[in-house]
């Protein structure tokens, strides 16, 4: 009696479990149909409230509205219409030929009113179209929509309504789908919060339209979002429920299943045992006991194993996803074969790269598709890397399947799974044709200009050394003949004012093609700049200008090149010198920054550079415009200048001081920052 009774507390607990099994499924088709509601009805109220944005950023007319509803229309295919009507009820537009011009009842489509401009759900509503609401008699009782409304507020004192028209049967269809394999005498029902029934599928149902209010979920539970219920006495039957609620809009699905299909499925699964506890009922204590044992066991460690596979399942589908979309992505043609040649995968890139869809090459090597010789390049260095392993980067002439030809560089790497074992080739292809021409034009274009500028340097010097000797001899021998001295004068300048031209458009050359090494040595800087300054002394003299060093007491070390380094302090000297005023002081100075940087100015007393040109004086050929009196050179010193710096590992820039004149600044590493005893200029 005991075993027995035990035997029975058993059985009735499994139908509570599957009576739990049973509300849990119901819940989770009550929340798929709520989801999928959901998402539907927000659709249309989102176009409800894009066309309402339309409407009130600028006027738009009845054929324009009617063109950008019936877009929206065929974008949204559980719609049925989209209409605009006025507060009277007056159809202004709409996708439906016959509501035009037609008068609606919008208190009937609305029961509580149109109040504000947020988009609302009314009820279910007997009829096909908006007009045939008034002669809904004719309509077939079954036949309905539900009207989603929009008011939109035109300006003060003007205001429509937009109306669009939601078929049930798109939530209808869809239900009915989930209902096939739910299980027998499953209803489906889908209302507003306040009661009013939208759409129901499955057995039983109630008519169209009726009012559910005295369901227990309208009576009793309505303060939850979601739930179940049951067994609970329902007409003549009991039944087991669910429902849940939408947390954005006023709807609630709720699903509801005979509690005597639970109840045929839990006879029909102890069926079995209790035959072989009338045989045994010994052993079927037993057995009962081992079962639920192994039940409740492999029950959990499926749960488990579940939630493994699942959460290994979601991350490895993430990190296909990613590796696919990266994979199609890059701009570099990518593909990727087996041990034995045959294409994996390829990429768009790949596709454009080759002409070739990845439908014709997937599984195939590149012998199946492409000429012997094509292929054997293709094939370069893939048997060493499967062996070997690592990567291999190397630049070919390929061949494309369209015929032409072009110039790539080419990337494998060896695929290797977590154990080491090779799986394949990951090979990467990148077009260089346009960069390998760009780059011979761009030799070809310094050869010629290096050419050019030795071959005019050397023509302009023969005839200069020959103007400035005879001009010399003149200003010799007619030194008694003022008029003829002063012209022999004019022409010897012009001539050293042209040889410097051409000093200049060597060193210039020489900068841009690296001809030479620069030879870099310890030197302070301090006594570079001393040595420039005792050097252009004759000049500051006549000017009547006073140089100021101020160079501090601790040495500058930084390794230059002496020569070079030389020439841009006394070509931005010179300049100062030139540019400044007589009787105006020209100052130097040099410090230490954070340890690191030489900084060296220079400051003078001119007229200042224009903000415009701080940086084009740097350019080769260009002036300022305070040197439009003449007084500049010829545009190159600067430049020079500024490659000499860069060559150095520093920079050059101008400034204006405020109190007037211009401050050019001079930028070194330190000594223990440059380390290369010779470096070569960069081109």
Known sequence: MVVFSIAIGLMWRELGYAQQRKLQQLEMLASVMEAHATQVFESGLLALDNLAASLTQEPLSISALEAQQTYYLQSLPFLRSLALVSIQGHVLASTTSSDRGGTVDLQRLMPGGVMDQRVMIGPWIQGRSLVEVDTSASIPSHLGFIPLIRRVQLDANRSVVLVAQLNPDALATYQQQLLEV????????????????????????????????????????????????????????????????????????????????????????????????????????????????????????????????????????????????????????????????????VNQAWEHFMGLPRERVLGLRNSEFLPPQEARAYDSHNERLLLAGGHVRYEERLHRPDGSVCDVQVTKVRLESHQGQPLGLLIVKMDITAFLAARDLAEQASRAKSEFVANISHELRTPLQSILGFSELGMLRAHQYDKLAHMFGDIHAAGERMLALVNNLLDLGKMDISIGAFKFERHDVRMLAQEVASELEPQLKRKCQALALQLGSDPLIAKVDRVRFVQVVRNVLANAVKFSPENRPICITAALQNNSRIHLTVRDQGPGIPLAELETVFQAFVQSSQTSDGSGGSGLGLAICQKIMLAHGGSIYAANAPGGGAIFHIILPAAELTNSEYVTTAP
Request: charged letters at 15%; glycine letters at 6%; one cysteine or more.
């Open 182 to 345: 739910s299980g027998p005498g499953t209803h489906v029902l889908l209302s507003l919060n306040d009661g009013s029934l939208l759409s129901q599928v499955g057995q039983h149902p109630s008519p169209a339209g009726s009012d559910p209010r005295t369901h227990v979920l309208f009576s009793s539970m309505q303060s939850a979002r979601k739930g179940s219920y049951g067994p609970l006495k329902k007409f003549d039957e009991s039944v087991l429920g669910a429902w849940h609620g939408s947390s954005s809009l006023p709807l609630v699905t709720l699903v509801e299943q005979p509690y005597a299909a639970t109840q045929q499925e839990w006879r029909a699964s102890l069926r079995g045992p209790l035959i072989f506890m009338l045989l045994a009922l010994v052993l079927i204590v037993l057995m009962t006991f081992i079962a639920w044992r192994n039940a409740r066991a492999r029950e959990i460690a499926q749960s488990e194993r579940n939630e493994v596979i699942q959460a290994t399942t979601k991350r490895e589908q993430e990190q296909l996803a990613l590796t696919s979309q990266l994979l199609e992505s890059n701009p570099l043609p990518i593909c990727m074969t087996d041990m034995d040649g045959r294409f994996m995968t």
